[in-house]
């Protein structure tokens, strides 16, 4: 893509974009969470052709309009998402952050199962609730830990040597 154009496209995600990554309950996963990531860019509905445009670009993604009046593009899946930080890395300002972080989480996906890599993503996760001045999250990694645990996928680690004797 031609360099002028990401950089326009990334001025727009730093200006009416976002980026997110999310701890969503999901009872039919494996350990219960599932970790959502997603890019959208937000417009008023009657200036859609920009998103419209948008997408073309990207060929991927939907548009939904609000019954707000803003219209958004978004993009959810994890391998189009890592597609578009890594085209506008290079551009961003204001969430240069924000592209890190979510680069790191993808490079950490998929989880397969494994409960101890569950845990370390979704502390990574946590820290866009700071970025992003998100007042709303209420899944965290202490919710996601307390369910792991509740239900033995977790165990705590005994590091104590003397206790550790007295119990075997």
Not at 82 to 106: C, N
């Amino acid at each position: 893509m031609d360099p002028t154009i990401l950089a326009y496209i990334a001025g727009f995600l730093d200006g009416d974009g976002s980026i997110f990554f999310q701890l969503i309950r999901k009872k039919d996963y494996c350990l219960g969470f599932q970790i959502r990531t997603s890019v959208a860019f937000y417009q008023k509905t009657e200036n859609e052709q920009i998103l419209l445009w948008l997408k073309a670009q990207f060929l991927s993604g939907y548009i939904r309009r609000r019954k707000t009046g803003i219209s958004d593009y978004t993009i959810v899946e994890p391998q189009e998402v890592r597609r578009i930080l890594e085209l506008v890395q290079p551009y961003v300002r204001l969430k240069q952050e924000h592209v890190r972080l979510g680069l790191e989480i993808l490079d950490k996906l998929p989880l397969a199962g494994d409960a101890t890599r569950l845990m370390a993503l979704c502390q990574l996760v946590d820290r866009f609730r700071d970025l992003n001045y998100s007042k709303k999250r209420t899944v965290t990694s202490e919710s996601v830990e307390a369910h792991l645990k509740s239900h033995g996928y977790l165990a705590p680690v005994e590091t104590d040597p003397i206790r550790r004797e007295s119990l075997g």
